[in-house]
């Protein structure tokens, strides 16, 4: 028989209201006990609410990632003019365009095979199993068969199985960095309740999904599984985020487009003059497909892909993986990172940076957290000595040398608090045999200390750890050079002050001896700490990664502005904002709290908080989100640093997202486009040098394709302004286009940075790739190339040659122009004689090899027939190699008009929206 459950949620209380109740509340909303479900809840329970697991994204296979490689205007254009050759018959033509898209599209396909799985990941995160009570009895079960109402146990080393409303803890503290970005672990506590709008990292009595206990133990009421856990909102908001388009796919829409109309405008006209002139229709057509042919572009495709390709490959030697080839240049076009603090821009684990010992200036303490290395900058070694000895034995954590390496486990407080030792000279295996422990009483957030209780001979001293104004309250007296004094609890509280608003974590550390000596240790308890010693105030913080600070000054260099997105307190973010250099005062701090209010005012009111803040703490996932959307709405292009799940719906809205590859979750890393191998914030800047010569590279590529295109556009309108018959048979200009400049285009792909990338401000957001600079290039050779030959055919027609004479003569002028032309495309300003032939030998040899192969074609009997062909003497490409060096000769002059206005104009303001 059935047993039907009364509704727990949505009747009696929502899931996301169970911190704001009591526990008895909660059990009796959820209609369970501590005694746990009863069998048959479970089943009925189930199939209400479903298995505790987020749901499955199928990955898109093989063939579905090969066809999104046709997703482009510009590869519309190419399958329009390949319809148009098919129509005519044109088999060749039509062929040769199939080729090249078919060889881009398979290049595409390897690189992007195995793209984001990022709702899998987040499953990845669930535990495997789980120990719950169940009709009073407990029982070890899989996660994913969790619901509502069951009881689950926890301890140090589990990960929550699902949300869980705590109804028993004891000293339980869990690491939650993965949905806050907090460090430190938090201290939970069931019997505390938290405001109904309380932000996710407040909530003390719920322990979340995904989660890691670091310390103690406790009880849970499931209160949400699956996709109503705080991870599974992150989940839904990955899936139903918009993922911004990377900057060059935006900029190749517009200049495909404007290809598209610019082709299309073309042959209506040129068509349109010769049915005028009486020419047959068929005639009409062949030179309307010539038109397109020689207008399209059609190695680009590849091109843009190949240089993609060899950025990420650079890239990948600087630690840095491209998921998918369009990230390699957006990083590079980014006006604005949004980083995550923890584990991007600091190391994600805390270290003693300042001590402050009662009635003395403070001290500060160098090297990392987890190691004793650096030095404590103190001449007060007695007092030194008794506030570190305090801190090893108070301790529950682990550091020692093991196999040539510094090791550590435990809680990172104890952990930093042992490498502080160390530092001052102590080992915590030689005090605990000197003092051992007898006693101890766990920290909790109730109580919110930590103590322990050692046998010193025939005495019993305490030692304390935990909140200012816990420990002070327990002390009459504190340690100074001059001995034991009367405690100053107002310059102590100063010291406290003073410490945490430079954005340390302050803890207070105490001792002193008890008259226990004749009492059971195990009636150790709070209330026999009293009458102790105050020894001082420890400074922590989650210190920055030793290239942080440089790295985010050469981001500044090159005119990319510079945020930090956290969960942690603003104070703590302001004062790493402050050593980093890119915030100074509170007005640049916006709060999550800040971020809710707004929000609910409109987008226009949200982008206005956002565009001068530089700091964003205590901010939730969902908020992450919510900035970065209003800064593309501002107008920037976003990059977005994280390593945790609460990154995940940023780095995937952004238009480039960067994961950190240790240790970052699998999250993270499935939701970017960019890893870094090394978690090193300085690879970023990497990442953005090489992108901008991916960049700069395919401007290169488009230049000597777009100029060549142009030239034989004008060709064939002079021609037909002119009379003259058509220039150039269709597949004569596929061979121009796909063959021989087809091998130089590649090669120009490879060529090496020129420098001075990162002193560079980034490009405007609204720059389109063919700029007022390309442009004019473009002008400039495509005029010489059109004109010489054209000159050259009407030439070589009024002294009788034949029409295949001299179209032959005609494009050997054209191969050797674009063999030049692709010299020239290598620096955009620079002269080429300042650039050696060999520093891109793959072009250097290209080019050679596309001049040898169509001189091999003239002599190749059936590829003769087929591209018209006709072989000429030495003497006649001699001639011909004169005239095309008139295109070097122009393009050198008009390289030096360029550098000589660019020197006379002021350096450009740094790049804004």
């Known amino acids: 028989m059935a047993h039907p459950i009364p509704v727990p949620v949505g009747d009696r209380v929502r899931f996301e209201d169970a911190h704001a109740l009591t526990v008895a509340q909660v059990a009796e909303a959820f209609d369970t006990s501590p005694a746990g479900l009863e069998p048959h809840q479970i089943a009925v329970r189930l199939e209400r609410y479903g298995r505790n697991e987020l749901p499955r994204t199928k990955p898109p296979g093989v063939l579905a990632v090969f066809l999104r490689q046709f997703l482009s205007p510009l590869v519309y254009v190419l399958l329009a003019a390949t319809a148009v050759s098919v129509a005519m018959r044109d088999w060749t033509d039509a062929g040769f365009i199939l080729v090249v898209l078919t060889a881009n599209a398979i290049i595409g396909t390897a690189q992007e095979f195995g793209a984001e799985r990022s709702a899998d990941a987040l499953r990845a995160l669930a535990v495997a199993k789980a120990y719950v009570v169940r009709g009073g009895e407990e029982h070890e079960v899989p996660s994913e068969e969790l619901v509502p109402g069951d009881v689950v146990l926890l301890e140090a080393g589990n990960k929550v199985p699902a949300d869980l409303r705590l109804i028993a803890s004891s000293g339980l503290e869990a690491d939650e960095s993965l949905l806050t970005g907090e460090s430190l672990a938090v201290g939970k506590s069931a019997g505390q309740r938290v405001a109904g709008d309380g932000p996710v990292g407040d909530r003390v009595n719920i322990a979340f999904a995904g989660t890691l206990i670091t310390r103690g133990r406790g009880r849970g009421l499931v209160v949400a599984t699956g996709l109503r856990t705080q991870i599974g909102h992150i989940a839904t908001s990955i899936a139903v985020a918009d993922t911004a388009k990377p900057p060059l796919l935006i900029r190749m829409d517009r200049f495909s487009k404007k290809i598209a109309l610019a082709v299309g405008a073309a042959v209506v006209v040129l068509g349109a003059v010769a049915l005028g002139r009486g020419a047959m229709p068929a005639d009409v057509f062949m030179l309307s497909v010539a038109l397109a042919v020689a207008a399209i572009p059609e190695g680009l495709p590849v091109a843009l892909t190949v240089a993609l390709a060899i950025g990420a490959r650079r890239i990948g030697a600087r630690k840095v993986i491209a998921r998918r080839l369009v990230a390699v240049e957006a990083l590079g076009s980014c006006t604005f990172i949004a980083s995550d603090k923890t584990g991007t821009l600091t190391v994600n684990e805390l270290a003693v940076r300042r001590l402050a ?107 304390v750890k935990g909140a200012g104004e816990k420990v002070l309250a327990m002390c009459s007296r504190m340690a100074t050079p001059d001995g034991d004094v009367a405690l100053d609890r107002v310059a102590l509280e100063q010291q406290a002050n003073g410490l945490a608003a430079d954005g340390f974590r302050v803890l207070a550390v105490a001792s002193g001896d008890l008259l226990l000596q004749d009492r059971d240790p195990s009636s150790f308890g709070p209330a026999d700490l009293e009458g102790l010693v105050f020894l001082g105030f420890i400074g922590m913080i989650d210190p920055l990664r030793p290239e942080a600070k440089a790295s985010v000054q050469a981001c500044q260099g090159a005119g990319i502005q510079v945020a930090m997105v956290t969960g942690d307190h603003p104070i703590t973010a302001l004062a790493i904002a402050r050593e980093l250099g890119f915030a100074q005062s509170e007005a640049q701090v916006v709060t999550g709290a800040q971020l809710a209010r707004v929000a609910a005012q409109g987008n226009g009111a949200l982008d206005e908080l956002v565009r001068e803040a530089r700091v964003f703490a205590r901010v939730e996932p969902n908020q992450k989100l919510q900035i970065v959307q209003a800064l593309i709405r501002l107008g920037h292009f976003v990059a977005v640093t994280g390593d945790g799940a609460n990154d995940a719906p940023a780095l995937r809205a952004a238009h480039i997202g960067v994961a950190m590859g240790e240790r970052g979750t699998d999250v993270a890393r499935e939701s970017s486009e960019l890893i870094l191998t090394d978690d090193n914030f300085a690879s970023i800047v990497a990442g953005v040098e090489e992108g901008r010569v991916a960049y700069a590279n395919v401007r290169k590529v488009i230049f000597l394709l777009i100029s060549s295109g142009a030239a034989e556009v004008l060709l064939f309108v002079l021609t037909t302004a002119a009379g003259l018959p058509a220039p150039l048979w269709p597949v004569q200009l596929l061979w121009l286009n796909l063959v021989t400049n087809g091998i130089q285009d590649v090669a120009l792909a490879f060529e090496p940075a020129e420098g001075g990338e990162l002193k560079r401000p980034p490009r405007s957001p609204r720059e389109p790739i063919f700029n007022r600079l390309m442009i004019e290039r473009t002008v400039v050779s495509a005029s010489v190339m059109a004109l010489v030959a054209f000159f050259s055919y009407r030439w070589m027609l009024e002294q009788g040659w034949t029409q295949a004479a001299a ?6 002028l054209l191969v050797l122009f674009e063999n ?92 804004k929206p």
Request: aromatic share 4%; hydrophobic share 45%; proline share 6%.
């Open 357 to 463: 010992l009662p009635a003395r200036p403070a001290c500060e303490v160098t090297g990392p957290g987890t190691a004793p290395e650096g030095t404590i900058d103190s001449p007060e070694g007695a007092l030194l000595a008794r506030l570190a000895t305090a801190a090893a034995l108070c301790n529950d954590g682990f550091l020692g040398h093991r196999d040539g390496a510094w090791t550590h486990h435990g809680d990172s407080v104890d952990v930093a608090l042992l490498a502080l030792a160390a530092k001052a000279g102590l080992n915590q295996v030689t005090l605990e045999a000197e003092t051992p422990r007898i006693a101890e009483i766990p920290f909790d957030p109730d109580h919110r200390f930590a103590a322990t209780l050692h046998r010193a001979g025939e005495t019993r001293r305490a030692h």
């Open 807 to 812: 179209q032959n003569g005609v494009l050997l």
């Open 820 to 911: 030049i032309q692709a010299g020239n495309s290598r620096s955009e300003t620079g002269s080429l004689f300042a650039l050696s032939p060999v520093r891109n030998r793959i072009l250097f040899f290209g080019t050679v090899a596309a001049q040898l192969l169509h001189v091999a074609a003239i002599y190749t009997p059936g590829l003769r027939v087929v591209l018209h062909l006709e072989p000429v003497s030495l003497e006649q490409w001699g001639i011909t190699l004169a005239l095309a060096l008139t295109l070097f000769t122009a393009s050198e002059v008009h390289k030096v008009v360029l550098r000589a206005r660019q020197q006379a104009q002021p350096k450009s303001e740094e790049t």
